[in-house]
């Protein structure tokens, strides 16, 4: 298994940002996806997940009305479009997926909002 989350950056409070999780070495469109993400100092935290299918997604209190997560089974990738973002979503991105139980996490990617 295999996850390449890439398209973070530098970003103004109230901008917008797309990460993409590309992943391998699995039936992508078998599994349920999930990001999570790590601010300085707090624990890693779930911020959405996104059926097999796509059908069903489920979002943190925290980021609901301004992320969406989707996916492509087709290039298997996952998204996920943050908007109205802010300070406190300064963190480190992570996807995930469990397969046979067994979870695999991608390396990352820097989401700074800042002014």
């Known amino acids: 298994v295999q996850l390449v989350e890439s398209g973070g950056g530098l970003v103004q409070p109230g901008g917008s940002l797309r990460l993409s999780c590309a992943a391998s070495?699995?039936?992508?469109?078998?599994?349920?996806m999930y990001w999570y993400r790590q601010a300085p100092g707090k624990e890693r935290a779930w911020v959405a997940m996104?059926?097999?299918?796509?059908?069903?997604?489920n979002y943190a209190d925290s980021v609901k009305g301004r992320f969406t997560i989707s996916r492509d089974n087709a290039k298997n990738t996952v998204y996920l479009q943050m908007n109205s973002l802010k300070p406190e979503d300064t963190a480190v991105y992570y996807c995930?997926?469990?397969?046979?139980?067994?979870?695999?996490w991608g390396q990352g990617t820097q989401v700074t909002v800042s002014s």
């Open positions: 070495g699995f039936t992508f469109s078998s599994y349920a």
């Open positions: 996104i059926s097999s299918a796509g059908g069903s997604t």
């Open positions: 995930k997926v469990t397969v046979w139980g067994t979870p695999s």
